[in-house]
């Protein structure tokens, strides 16, 4: 996508203050992103306990010209699984459930739940059937949704494959049933729920998930390409209709909060964070794809999604203790690459400069030769 609109230029970037190269070259480097409206949203970038660079850009209300801020709160899309695995591992810690537990014990409704494990639904190998794929998924998103009526949607499927076998990219409705019993484990609806076993214990005051409940907080509004040049507002969904998978709201700053958490707290057990950091074990699970990469020369942890109106990408090194999370409400695949590009400009890594044409060419050039 590239688009061109007034709005970039007229909402400049706010910042905590800050100098050096680093900012600088990220200045630069993510100014075209910006100016062709192909990312509006929180750019922040840490090492070990040093902010390297925290800056907001662009409209989280372009119809009423309100600033993306610090406290903006953005819809982060498949990055939510990583918050449900977390909640489901502390229900582990509290030995109310464990890996091994079979959905038949808990949901059983669900066809083939026998033979599913919550692992297998935490590591995406547990073979339903995806939600996201149905004809009907656009007519579900307009109507008001709870985990357990959308577990009923796929419960009688037969199983695409056996539990444990294959891996599946990006299985939806494990997240959706994941969602289910938190409910049922803790005996409470399951934005309450993630309150209290997540967002609560780690900081994240900004946070949430969008049940569809009215809020007050300061939200972005998200936006959408239209042709070449243009944004367009994102046809409103029920987030709650993502119950699990894409249903978490955030901030930068909770985000990193919560990795923080995550990695160096005392959120989840020893045994529990060694699973969901497992560099031996597959390469995308608990809410992370989790591979060795060759232009780090480390094992990195990262997340991304995409749903309507919203894009986000987080990413994280290890040894480098360093951390990319960019958040945009506007739906574009740019975040990946920029917070790639980020951590390598961080780290002092070559990177070759985005090439994104801007101002838009003259309208005759777009003519067929």
Do not use: C
Request: glycine letters at 6%.
């Amino acid at each position: 996508m590239i688009a061109i609109t007034a709005v970039a230029a007229a909402l400049p970037a706010t910042s905590r203050a800050q100098s050096g190269d680093v900012v600088h070259a990220i200045d630069a480097y993510v100014a075209p992103y910006v100016a062709t409206n192909n990312f509006s949203g929180q750019l922040l970038v840490t090492r070990g306990s040093r902010v390297l660079y925290d800056r907001q850009f662009g409209a989280a209300d372009r119809e009423l010209s309100r600033r993306n801020t610090r406290d903006t709160r953005f819809h982060i899309a498949s990055v939510s699984m990583q918050l449900t695995a977390a909640a489901v591992m502390r229900l582990v810690d509290q030995q109310k459930i464990s890996l091994s537990t079979h959905v038949s014990e808990i949901v059983p409704s669900v066809r083939g739940g026998d033979r599913i494990t919550i692992r297998n639904l935490l590591e995406m190998r547990s073979g339903l059937s995806d939600i996201n794929r149905r004809a009907s998924y656009d007519e579900i998103l307009q109507r008001h949704q709870t985990p357990a009526s959308l577990v009923s949607v796929i419960s009688d499927d037969t199983l695409t494959f056996e539990p444990s076998s294959r891996y599946s990219h990006e299985e939806h409705s494990a997240y959706n049933l994941l969602a289910l019993i938190i409910e049922k484990e803790t005996g409470l609806p399951f934005a309450r729920a993630m309150q209290r076993l997540v967002f609560t214990p780690a900081g994240m005051s900004h946070s949430g998930v969008d049940d569809d409940t009215p809020s007050a907080a300061p939200m972005a509004k998200g936006y959408s390409p239209e042709g070449v040049y243009w944004l367009t507002s994102s046809p409103p969904i029920h987030w709650s209709a993502k119950s699990g998978n894409a249903s978490a709201y955030t901030t930068a700053s909770d985000e990193a909060r919560w990795i923080r958490a995550l990695v160096h707290g005392t959120l989840l057990s020893p045994s529990a964070r060694a699973i969901v950091l497992d560099t031996a074990g597959p390469p995308s699970g608990y809410g992370w794809f989790r591979r060795a990469n060759k232009r780090f020369g480390e094992f990195v942890y990262s997340m991304n999604g995409r749903s309507p109106g919203f894009a986000s990408a987080v990413l994280y090194l290890p040894r480098e203790d360093v951390m990319v999370i960019a958040f945009s409400n506007v739906y574009s695949s740019a975040t990946s690459d920029i917070a790639y590009d980020v951590a390598a400009i961080a780290l002092g890594l070559p990177n070759t400069p985005v090439a994104i044409r801007t101002p838009p060419p003259p309208p005759d050039s777009l003519a067929l030769a």
